[in-house]
């Protein structure tokens, strides 16, 4: 998918005045590419990915995907936008907590529309391939160390193949090795299967390793040097 961004903006009303978390940001992302987004806490980040997932509205501008203003689109078609288009993987996990593993992902793949017959193995082999034992799979989030929950989430992200990435800080609680793994499955859907993908991390390392590196700084949104 591709994405054309134009003077998007979102200003926060908070009692303290107003949040100028996104200023007039003007980008664009070819299908395929794997782009990542660095930037200061409280720069903007999980906002801007939030407008793109359309999770929120922005206060003002326009966000092109494949050639439709998602902005524009009602209620209901944006729903329909980000169960069938969009992976997400967001900061806190958002896992259910009374589900295991395996029925979180599961759920993910019900609600992509998948038959019921298909989605235990594929949830099984989508978890095997972020790194989730067999014995992990079956435990509820709260009994899976953080690490672990992160691979859940991104396991329930890809579920449904979808076309849009879009990922919080998703190697930020890994050990090395693990979120080495994890750039490693992100990198190969971009490549193999043209997913657009923008992920939000500290690691200059990581975000060497993409396509491009944005900065978000002061609301603008820049290219980073490296
Ligand atoms: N609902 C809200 N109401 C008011 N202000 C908000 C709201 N959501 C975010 N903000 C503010 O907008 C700015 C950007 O927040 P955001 O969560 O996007 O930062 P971030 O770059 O993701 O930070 P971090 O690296 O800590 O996750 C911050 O100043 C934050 O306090
Ligand atoms: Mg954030």
């Known amino acids: 998918m591709s994405i054309e961004v134009e003077h998007l903006t ?21 299908t395929g590419s794997f782009v990542s987004i660095i930037g200061k806490s409280g720069s903007g980040k ?24 998602i902005t524009k689109l009602s209620g209901h078609k944006q729903t329909v936008y980000r169960s069938k288009k969009i992976g997400f993987v967001f900061q806190q996990y958002n896992l259910i907590p ?26 099984l082999k989508l978890l095997a391939s972020v790194g989730l034992d067999a014995d992990q799979t079956r435990r509820r989030p709260s009994r899976l160390s953080g690490g672990q929950q992160q691979r859940v989430s991104i396991a329930r992200a890809l579920a449904n193949q979808p076309a849009f990435i879009l990922a919080d800080e998703p190697t930020g609680n890994l050990d090395s090795d693990t979120g080495q793994a994890v750039f490693k499955l992100l990198h190969d859907l971009s490549r193999q299967h043209n997913t657009t993908i923008i992920v939000v991390t500290h ?17 603008k949104l820049i290219d980073y040097k490296k």
């Open 203 to 219: 690691d200059l390392d990581i975000a060497g390793r993409t396509d491009h590196t944005y900065q978000l700084k002061d609301g």
């Open 98 to 123: 009374n589900l295991t593993a395996l029925q979180n992902v599961m759920l993910a793949l019900e609600f992509g529309g998948v038959k019921g017959s298909e989605r235990k193995p594929r949830a």
């Open 46 to 69: 999980s906002t801007l990915l939030s407008q793109l997932g359309a999770l929120d509205n922005p206060s003002k501008g326009k966000i092109i995907v494949d050639g439709q203003d």
């Open 10 to 30: 979102k200003t926060f009303h908070a009692p303290g005045g107003d949040v100028h978390a996104l200023n007039d940001l003007n980008f664009n992302i070819k």
